[in-house]
């Protein structure tokens, strides 16, 4: 069955974005961005992959999930397509607004689309954001793959997971961990 994965950049203080959305202060330089690049390829946005002249391999991911102010990001700066690569499907409640090409928006509840698409074949599937679309599939997430950053955000920051958890809350197994000297670790975690 494919796996649900949560792969995201957070800072020690466990926000995924500063409280207007900004993340601007996680570190895109440094040694843990060739691991980023050779093993989350597929993460990539279609323009950071142009620019280095990548081909996705589409194999560990096929589909992306966005929640609305995550896909708001990239329109912000005229990208409307940010994933091209992948089924890109964003959770948006504004259903007057027109989404780019390619992107759909989600038909139902986060749990439904999520149980959907899980009884489908493919590669895995993507939670690339935000906090609030993870809170709400917290039950759902299969792997955590979080990239830690050694800044803090503040209190006032966009956590990890926002809102009511989706289900019991759990516990987690680390099952890789890798410390760069830009001091950015990557974890990867299962449910236990």
Not at 1 to 11: C, I, P, T
Not at 21 to 49: C, E, N, Q, W
Not at 95 to 115: I, K, Q
Request: charged share 20%; glycine share 14%.
């Amino acid at each position: 069955m494919r796996e649900l994965v949560y792969v995201v950049a957070v800072s020690l203080d466990g926000r995924i974005a500063a409280a207007d959305g900004d993340y601007s202060a996680f570190p895109v330089v440094g040694d843990h961005m060739d691991t980023i690049v050779t093993r989350f390829t597929d993460t990539l946005p279609g323009a950071a992959l142009s620019a280095l002249g990548l081909t996705p391999p589409v194999d560990r991911f096929d589909t992306v999930l966005m929640g609305a102010h995550t896909y708001d990001v990239g329109r912000a700066v005229g990208v409307d397509s940010p994933y091209p690569h992948l089924r890109q499907i964003v959770f948006d409640r504004r259903t007057d607004r027109p989404l780019g090409p390619g992107v759909e928006r989600a038909e139902g509840s986060p749990a439904e689309v999520v149980d959907a698409l899980k009884a489908r074949g493919g590669a895995g599937i993507w939670l690339c954001g935000g906090g609030i679309l993870a809170g709400a599939l917290a039950d759902r997430i299969d792997r955590l793959i979080l990239k830690v950053n050694p800044i803090l955000l503040g209190g006032d920051g966009i956590p990890l997971f926002a809102g009511a958890l989706g289900g019991p809350a759990g516990s987690w197994k680390l099952v890789n961990s890798s410390p760069f000297e830009s001091g950015v670790l990557i974890n990867e975690y299962v449910r236990s």
